[in-house]
């Protein structure tokens, strides 16, 4: 991620007090929903009458209101994990639990439009007998923490349709936590497939004291070199998805085309998702990558697949996947700085765990991206350049308009002398000035000889500013209504246009003016 890891991990703790979350009041958990019986560590199915519904029943369904949470208590009052990232649609997960209350209940909470309730309730269970778990596990050779605790119970996901999932914890007491989940989806052709970050969600975990980031002392040099997904989220239990991919998720079903659901995790590991995709949609904050799920993402861009990075500081990080206690792929390893130390690299040297950029093996972003990540933090007006282009119709905007905060708290920027496809568009190039120096950040557009288009918005904001203006997020940087329904229509634009296919078959071709804009040195 930032430059200089020493001083992330000091202002990591002011990052994250950012990411706070308006946790509204909400009434009783909706009626009529049917619910089976759960005694211990068994598997629940859902009624055997249900069946998949069609994209577009689902969409028609109404919303709950209750997947809010109202309490979240103490971290130990009520907190759990799965023992996959995801699932395809009636297969079974585990579900690993501890409370401090003598019981709790979990329900299943689809995210999407609703007529603007933003989830629904899909699937609940009856009370379960509740049970303090063992404290977490460190593995010291590579300060890996583990929860380790016994299954709690078995959820069949019959019936459950394709999709971002928030399961809810619910004590006794009152106190509740999420705990997030992708039913995917086994093809995406003629699809727009979201690409859910776990990795980087687990990246930056902290619970148990641990994280790729920082130890328990608060200090980068004892951080985690491996982190695992056999362990709770902090805070909320699902911070990254509700901060950096709800509103595009919300967004893109309430325009009604075609969806389908993944991790990263699924395109490492299942290419094939990707194939016949129409388009793939990095959300906004997608850090962490193994070299996998570039070459896969690179491959579909060649074969027609339209990309957009809705964030900053996208494949910045190279990761490997390794194997866990409840399956494949269940540890994230990123050694970063301290890569010699990582045995692997003894008999694979090009394959270090660090900054894609970096040697050995360096293969910067930009190549796919077309943008470079340069730093952190920074807050600076977004401003508009080529105000003709066809993301921006419909907003009004002329060149020069600027949207106060929208830039931050990453950023990426155009990097001449970077590997970058051409020809490449910036649209947006927004002036700041970045540990005393002036630079810019940028929103760029190219194609590719298969007619795929690639967008990066160059700020980590953009999926925040979707609800910039409203009641939803509680941490919009001062960024207002206007903002909100800039980046709202600029993003339709943008999931429209990639959902009808390769985009530089239907849309003008994109204007190169990086050897204009980066003529000048102070560029």
């Given amino acids: 991620m930032e430059r200089a890891e020493r001083q992330v991990t000091g202002a990591l703790g002011r990052l994250e007090r950012r990411h706070f979350l308006t946790l509204a009041m909400a009434g009783a958990m909706a009626a009529g929903c049917r619910s089976s019986v759960a005694r211990g560590p068994r598997t629940e199915t859902a009624p055997s009458g249900s069946a998949r519904l069609t994209a577009d029943g689902e969409r028609s369904r109404a919303g709950d209101p209750d997947w809010r949470i109202r309490s979240e208590g103490t971290p130990e009052a009520v907190q759990g994990y799965t023992d996959r990232v995801s699932v395809l649609p009636g297969e079974e997960f585990g579900l690993y639990v501890s409370t401090t209350a003598s019981g709790f209940r979990v329900s299943a909470y689809r995210v999407g439009w609703y007529g603007g309730q933003q989830a629904r309730l899909v699937w609940r269970s009856r009370r379960l007998a509740g049970s303090v778990q063992a404290r977490p596990r460190l593995l010291v050779a590579t300060r890996t923490v583990r929860a380790d605790w016994r299954r709690t119970l078995g959820v069949r996901t019959d019936g459950w349709p394709e999709g971002a999932y928030l399961l809810l914890l619910e004590a006794d007491d009152g106190h509740q936590r999420y705990v997030p989940l992708i039913v995917r989806s086994a093809s995406a052709v003629g699809r727009t497939l979201l690409m859910h970050a776990v990795s980087t969600w687990q990246a930056y975990n902290t619970w148990g004291g641990y994280s790729l980031y920082q130890g328990e002392d608060g200090a980068y040099a004892t951080r985690s070199l491996a982190v695992s997904f056999d362990r709770p989220y902090d805070r909320s239990g699902a911070e990254k998805f509700m901060v950096y991919e709800r509103a595009v998720v919300v967004l893109a079903e309430r325009l009604g085309i075609p969806l389908a659901y993944t991790t990263g995790v699924d395109v490492h590991r299942e290419p094939g998702v990707l194939h016949g995709a129409s388009a793939a949609l990095s959300l906004g904050h997608d850090e962490y990558w193994s070299p996998q799920q570039r070459d896969h993402v690179t491959r579909a861009r060649d074969s027609g697949t339209n990309v957009a990075f809705l964030g900053a500081n996208a494949c910045f990080r190279r990761i490997r996947l390794e194997r866990g206690p409840t399956g494949d792929a269940r540890t994230v390893v990123c050694y970063k700085s301290d890569y010699r130390a990582d045995p692997y690299v003894t008999d694979h040297p090009a394959m270090p765990t660090h900054d894609f950029r970096q040697p050995p093996g360096a293969d910067p972003e930009s190549s796919l991206t077309g943008v470079l990540y340069e730093g952190y933090p920074v807050d600076a007006p977004y401003v508009v350049h080529a105000d003709g282009h066809w993301l921006f119709e419909g907003t009004g905007v002329r060149r020069g308009a600027s949207f106060d905060h929208l830039v931050g708290v990453e950023y990426d920027r155009v990097t001449p002398g970077m590997p970058t496809p051409a020809p490449l568009e910036v649209v947006a190039h927004s002036p700041l000035v970045y540990k005393g120096e002036p630079s810019h950040a940028d929103s760029a557009y190219y194609t590719v000889p298969s007619g795929s288009g690639v967008f990066a918005s160059g700020t980590m904001r953009w999926v925040e500013a979707l609800m910039a203006g409203t ?53």
């Fill in 471 to 523: 009641q939803e997020n509680g941490r919009n940087h001062g960024m207002d209504a206007r903002t909100g329904r800039f980046v709202t229509r600029t993003t339709e634009n943008l999931i429209r246009a990639f959902a009808e296919g390769p985009c530089g078959r239907k849309r003008p071709r994109p204007q190169d003016n990086v050897s204009t804009l980066y003529a000048s040195p102070t560029h």
